[in-house]
């Protein structure tokens, strides 16, 4: 593929690059397009993304809908057509502006203004539209074959809060009509696969504009999914002498200072409350907390490790644009910890950990994973705490412990804690963009801003290392990952609803109650339907909609034999036996948590 470089050459591109020129180029035409329909328009930027592309648009007071998007993208195929060549050129900082500033952008204009002052200012132009860009870019309009709109959302200017809300309009591009029609087929499978799409249907959760964006609100059934996962981990950790906690979702401001979350963290944060003359804050993480719980008394070293445990609730301000269902949120839970050790402890504890991980992944069935070390970035003083040795000592660490235990893992730089590098567990779902479920990361900053110390042996005072992980990562996301992956058909012992008593007619009514009554009393999530519906209608919605792992259809056979008749979800197939023998049943494959 030929490519135009901003020096004006034409070449060769590798076959790997081909994708980001094809997306970027995209962008300038979807620009273009967006330029014609609505003249008004000023852009900021329009990169190409990983999975596609995308442009920041200021449209005035105008709200575009979903036949505004259709129009965009006929008005792109329309330019595709035009088979315009593109063009490019340099001009000096002074040209530059002004060739901007007569066309009415204004972000550009400010952008220019960020630039070093020997940058070189290069635009690319097709037909009428010109943009200041660095390339390369396709030689002709024509070369763009296939495309998508997909969708429109919010975004700030300079991703601050503090500037004007932009509409994102994003799309994705592909070589050809082919390769577009797999993510339109992979696109329907994450629509079917949708957690917000199932959790409405199985009536798991809901969220209320009127309560707040990204503040989930969990429904009966969606809570009893909730607290299965809760009592599993839980129990996980308890076996592994993990000390539950439960700590206010508030903290001061102060709090946040001494850990250095006010300074790397408080554009993630809600804004401070003003009571009684200090300043309270909505918490982000858990650690502050747990740091105070170990300071509350003397420690010492044949105490250690100490491992504090919370399911905790915790707030973090994400970008209106950037939420989805429970998945991304401003309101979650964290299956955190954090385990305070002497330096000796470390490797032990981080295997202890990796071994929790990976036994949790078996449970559920979890095998397409990869080990990530997160570093820092040494030259991003402003996200990550000052202090190279701390930072060397920590990296060198936690590399040293996962080499020596076997993990693989690649590494990664800019991704750490502002505190410290971690080991990040990125599973990649049935479709989309692998995410990171689990964590485990090393701190030598936090135990020093707080002052922790030990007693150790020779009767000195010492300062304890801290490793923080979350394995579920947060119950919303996890419960997400589940929803997706599963398709809301639920292993038995997780299912919120585990047992569905239907009886076929009012004949039948009686026994069915009796039924629902002694399942209930073996401790098994049952519910009796009591409509007056059709059985077949009853089965369809029980197995198809509310995906309940087993129907008990209770008809005049079943009352005269004094019996159940037990439907699967999964296969379809109906089989008689005792009520006993159902019960067992149920009992066993929660007990053994069977997938």
């Known amino acids: 593929m030929k490519v135009l470089y901003n020096d004006g050459h034409v070449a060769e591109i590798e076959k790997e690059e081909e994708l980001h020129v094809i997306r970027h ?61 593109i063009k490019t050129y340099e001009l000096p900082r002074d040209e530059a502006v002004a060739l901007m500033e007569s066309r009415g952008e204004i972000y550009k204009v400010e952008h220019i203004g960020d630039l070093p002052e020997d940058a070189r200012i290069t635009f690319y132009q097709q037909g009428d539209y010109i943009d200041m860009c660095v390339g390369p870019h396709l030689t002709y309009t024509k070369t763009l074959k296939a495309f998508k709109i997909t969708q429109q959302s919010g975004a700030y200017w300079k991703n601050d809060r503090e500037n004007k809300m932009l509409t994102r309009i994003n799309g994705v591009a592909f070589h050809n009509n082919e390769e577009l029609a797999v993510w339109e087929k992979e696109q329907a499978e994450a629509r079917e696969r949708d957690h917000r799409k199932i959790g409405k249907e199985m009536q798991l959760f809901m969220s209320d504009d009127l309560v707040g964006r990204g503040m989930p609100m969990f429904l009966p059934k969606g809570y009893a999914l909730w607290q299965e996962l809760e009592n599993y981990i839980k129990a996980k950790e308890r076996r592994l002498g993990y000390q539950h906690v439960l700590t206010p979702c508030v903290g001061t401001v102060d709090l946040y200072k001494t850990s250095g979350h006010w300074d790397h963290y408080k554009d993630n944060m809600f804004p401070a409350m003003e009571i009684d003359g200090e300043e309270y804050v909505l918490r982000p993480m858990n650690c502050p907390h747990h740091m105070r719980i170990y300071a509350n008394r003397p420690r010492s070293y044949r105490a250690l490790p100490i491992r504090i445990g919370e399911i905790a609730h915790d707030f973090r301000y994400e970008a209106s644009g950037t939420l989805k269902g429970i998945e991304r949120v401003r309101h979650f839970c964290q299956n955190d910890a954090h385990l305070f050790v002497t330096p000796d402890q470390i490797k032990d504890e981080v295997s202890a950990v990796c071994d929790l991980i990976f036994d949790v992944y078996r449970d559920f069935g979890i095998t397409d994973y990869r080990c990530v070390l997160s570093l820092r970035d040494p030259a991003d003083k402003k996200k990550y705490h000052d202090d190279d040795e701390m930072w060397d000592t920590a990296e060198a660490a936690l590399r040293a412990v996962l080499t ?45 801003k707080f002052s922790l110390t030990y007693t150790d042996a020779d009767g000195e005072e010492k300062c304890p290392v ?130």
């Open 25 to 85: 180029t995209a962008a300038h035409i979807m620009a273009q397009a967006i330029r014609r329909l609505h003249p008004q328009a000023k852009f900021a930027y329009g990169p190409a993304t990983e999975r596609g592309f995308y442009y920041d648009v200021d449209l005035g007071e105008e709200k575009l809908t979903d036949e505004d998007l259709q129009a965009i993208e006929a008005e792109m195929k329309k330019i595709c057509k035009e088979n315009l060549p």
């Open 404 to 448: 020596e235990l076997g993990i693989e893992f690649t590494e990664e730089i800019g991704e750490a804690a502002f505190y410290g590098p971690k080991l990040d567990v990125n599973v990649r779902p049935a479709v989309g963009a692998e995410i990171t479920l689990s964590t485990c990361q090393l701190d030598f900053c936090l135990p020093a």
């Open 466 to 595: 801290v490793i923080h992980r979350a394995i579920l990562g947060t119950l919303d996301r996890f419960m997400a990952y589940i929803i997706e992956e599963t398709k809301g058909k639920f292993p038995v012992w997780l299912a919120p609803v585990q047992v569905k008593v239907l009886p076929v007619s009012e004949k039948s009514m009686d026994y069915a109650k009796e039924i629902y009554a002694a399942v209930e009393d073996a401790g098994i999530r049952v519910e009796l339907d009591e409509r007056g519906e059709k059985i077949g209608y009853k089965i369809r919605e029980a197995q198809q909609v509310e995906r309940v792992p087993y129907m008990l259809v209770i008809g005049q056979n079943e009352v005269e034999a004094g019996n159940v008749t037990f439907r699967s979800r999964d296969t379809g197939e109906s089989t008689t036996v005792s009520l006993e023998e159902f019960i067992a049943r149920v009992q066993k494959e929660t007990k053994e948590r069977s997938r």
